[in-house]
C-alpha cells in the first residue's frame, strides 16, 4: 500500500487511522508481537509498538484506553472498552462491546 506520508509518498504502512481523534487503529497485515507498527493517520504517521498479535483487519489501541472509555473509528464513538487495553494491544469483541443497535440501551434512556 502507498500512501502520502510527512509529504512523502512510502511504503511500509503496517495500520491506518482515518481521524486524528482515533484511539485504535486498523491493521492492515498480520502484526506480530513486539512489532514497531507504522499506522497512517490522514498525512502523517506513528509508531506503535505492538503488544500481542493482531490479525489482518482487527483494531489495536493507538493509546492506553481506561475501562468505561469510547472507543473512536472513523472519528466516530464505535463501542466502550469494558476493560483497560494497553496501547498496541488488541482492541475487539473480549475487550469493547458495541453501543450500536442496542436495544437494551435504548430501553434504558
Given at each position: 500500500m502507498?500512501?502520502?506520508?510527512?509529504g512523502?509518498?512510502?511504503t511500509?504502512?503496517?495500520?491506518?487511522?482515518?481521524?486524528?481523534?482515533?484511539?485504535?487503529?486498523?491493521?492492515?497485515?498480520?502484526?506480530?508481537?513486539?512489532?514497531?507498527?507504522?499506522?497512517?493517520?490522514?498525512?502523517?504517521?506513528?509508531?506503535?509498538?505492538?503488544?500481542?498479535?493482531?490479525?489482518?483487519?482487527?483494531?489495536?489501541?493507538?493509546?492506553?484506553?481506561?475501562?468505561?472509555?469510547?472507543?473512536?473509528?472513523?472519528?466516530?464513538?464505535i463501542?466502550r472498552?469494558?476493560?483497560?487495553?494497553?496501547?498496541?494491544?488488541?482492541a475487539?469483541?473480549?475487550?469493547?462491546?458495541?453501543?450500536?443497535?442496542?436495544?437494551?440501551?435504548?430501553?434504558?434512556?
Amino acid at each position: 500500500m502507498i500512501m502520502a506520508i510527512d509529504g512523502q509518498t512510502q511504503t511500509g504502512i503496517d495500520a491506518i487511522a482515518l481521524a486524528v481523534i482515533d484511539n485504535v487503529a486498523t491493521a492492515i497485515k498480520d502484526l506480530e508481537t513486539g512489532r514497531a507498527a507504522r499506522v497512517g493517520i490522514l498525512e502523517n504517521s506513528r509508531t506503535v509498538e505492538i503488544r500481542e498479535e493482531i490479525p489482518y483487519g482487527h483494531k489495536f489501541a493507538l493509546k492506553p484506553i481506561a475501562n468505561g472509555e469510547e472507543i473512536l473509528k472513523y472519528g466516530e464513538v464505535i463501542g466502550r472498552a469494558v476493560a483497560d487495553i494497553s496501547a498496541g494491544a488488541h482492541a475487539h469483541v473480549h475487550n469493547i462491546e458495541s453501543l450500536r443497535g442496542r436495544g437494551d440501551l435504548e430501553k434504558s434512556r
